[in-house]
């Protein structure tokens, strides 16, 4: 099955955003991932932390049809604080707290994905989408709770460090050894089926 942008599905092993989902996409950006599940009738929390981007996301939010798309200006971590973050002037997709790309920066507020869940009262989490340049362990460290208890569909990107498809598998099986994992070119895919 060829890599899709928004899923993958191999016989029952399917992890693809459905309808009634509760998603968590880390990394919204401007709100393109967001919007294609708020499509499939999905609530998305939809973390951006950066000041300018996170207006675009919300006027992405607007756009779609109201309280689908839930945007939050904090990013995801393994722990609560304020962090600075490289802004990529080229291209705003790029900012990063973890690689240097550039002269620029922005104080940002970071919590865990955990804390958010327990604070919101949120029963369940069914999608997990993360890209956020580099910090993917981080925000799933910080999800071990979630992982464990809520066991998400997750497509996380893998190519922002060298050793992301070792590391990122090690955290999600070490917080939940039930989750099967596939490797994709630029992601993995994960569910407990």
């Known amino acids: 099955m060829p890599e899709g942008p928004y899923g993958y599905v191999d016989g029952k092993f399917d992890v693809t955003v459905k309808p009634g989902d509760v998603v968590i996409d880390a990394g919204a950006w401007i ?3 967001s919007a294609y599940a708020a499509s499939k009738n999905a609530t998305v929390y939809a973390f951006e932390p950066v000041k300018t981007t996170f207006d675009w996301l ?3 939010a607007i756009l779609n049809e109201p309280g689908k798309i839930i945007p939050v200006q ?3 971590g393994k722990q609560e604080g304020n962090i600075v973050i490289s802004i990529d002037e080229g291209h705003s997709g790029g900012n990063s707290t973890v690689i240097e790309r550039g002269a620029a920066t ?3 507020t970071i919590t865990t994905l955990d804390k958010f869940v327990a604070e919101n009262q949120i029963e369940r989490i ?4 993360a890209d956020i340049e580099g910090a993917e362990r981080d925000m799933l460290r910080g999800a071990t709770n979630v992982l ?3 066991s998400p569909k ?3 990107c893998t190519y922002h460090l060298p050793d992301d498809p070792q590391v990122l598998e090690q955290i999600i099986k070490e917080a939940n ?3 099967k994992v596939v490797h994709l070119r630029h992601k993995l895919v994960a569910a407990v089926i």
């Open 126 to 129: 069914d999608f997990i989408k």
């Open 154 to 156: 997750l497509a996380i």
């Open 58 to 60: 919300c006027k992405t």
């Open 31 to 33: 709100g393109d991932f």
């Open 106 to 108: 922005e104080q940002i």
């Open 74 to 76: 904090k990013g995801l």
């Open 148 to 150: 464990k208890t809520l």
């Open 177 to 179: 050894p039930a989750y």
